[in-house]
């Protein structure tokens, strides 16, 4: 029997936390949601799923939440009231290798059982605390973000019509940090810091991290636009559209 799991971690600031889940269909058909933000079923209690076992569930708790704590603390400290900086600071004895493999956890929790069995490499590297095994397909990403929108971005394609290009990733946004998880995707991410290397480093250090804070208002992977970006943009599809009618 699965058990709940709570994502992040109980113990990161997300035990009664309140939250309405929205439908994506109802975003795309509100013609502004930042103004007219559709209605959703309101929640308490923690944001989570049933994904894992018992024993799977104690296991991480035991040996990765920890240290995925006290790097959720040290991001806190850092996160300000804006929309968009970088950052520059220490965090002293963390443990990055755990940091990693909690993260790597959220994702397959979010992502349900399909994930599991088609990502086992994922959940090898979650399953052995001792395991460096990473296959280089996979890449994580991580910002800081106040999360003005919470994120849970089940596995997608992103495609960018500028460049042709697509990505398959899927993301987690609560503060402190969001999360890009991409598979088969040989390109860095603008703005966000590429944490895959945590995988090797197996022991607690201090660590100097530059790392940018960066917006979630919109229910889109990737899209990290202020709010006057955003704004602008729905502005720009809406003038559009009734220019379209029109003709």
Same mark, same amino acid.
């Given at each position: ?104 956890? +959220?994702? %397959?929790? /979010? *992502? ?7 990502? #086992?490499?994922?959940? @090898? ?79 607690? +250090?201090? %660590?100097? /991290? *530059? ?7 919109? #229910?889109?992977?990737? @899209? ?24």
């Amino acid at each position: 029997m699965l058990s709940f799991e709570h994502v992040p971690p109980r113990s990161t600031f997300n035990k009664n936390t309140k939250y309405s889940s929205i439908a994506f269909e109802d975003y795309v058909k509100t013609e502004n949601p930042l103004k007219n933000t559709p209605k959703g079923k309101t929640k308490q209690g923690g944001i989570g799923y049933n994904s894992f076992c018992k024993y799977c569930n104690n296991f991480l708790g035991s040996e990765y939440v920890p240290a995925y704590q006290r790097w959720v603390t040290g991001g806190f400290q850092i996160l300000q009231n804006k929309e968009f900086e970088l950052h520059t600071y220490l965090i002293k004895e963390i443990e990055p290798q755990k940091i990693l493999k909690q993260i790597v956890s +959220m994702f %397959l929790a /979010i *992502n349900g059982e399909w994930y599991l069995k088609s990502y #086992p490499e994922l959940s @090898d590297f979650v399953a052995s605390k001792d395991s460096k095994e990473l296959p280089a397909r996979f890449k994580v990403f991580c910002y800081l973000t106040r999360a003005e929108n919470i994120r849970y971005m089940h596995h997608v394609v992103h495609g960018n019509f500028a460049t042709g290009t697509s990505i398959n990733c899927t993301e987690i946004a609560y503060p402190p940090y969001g999360y890009v998880l991409t598979m088969d995707s040989g390109n860095e991410i603008q703005y966000l810091n590429n944490i895959t290397e945590f995988k090797n480093l197996n022991k607690k +250090m201090d %660590l100097n /991290i *530059n790392m940018f804070q960066l917006s979630t208002y919109m #229910p889109f992977p990737l @899209d990290y636009r202020t709010k006057e970006q955003v704004e602008k943009g729905i502005e720009d599809a809406i003038q559009t559209s009734r220019k379209n009618e029109k003709n």
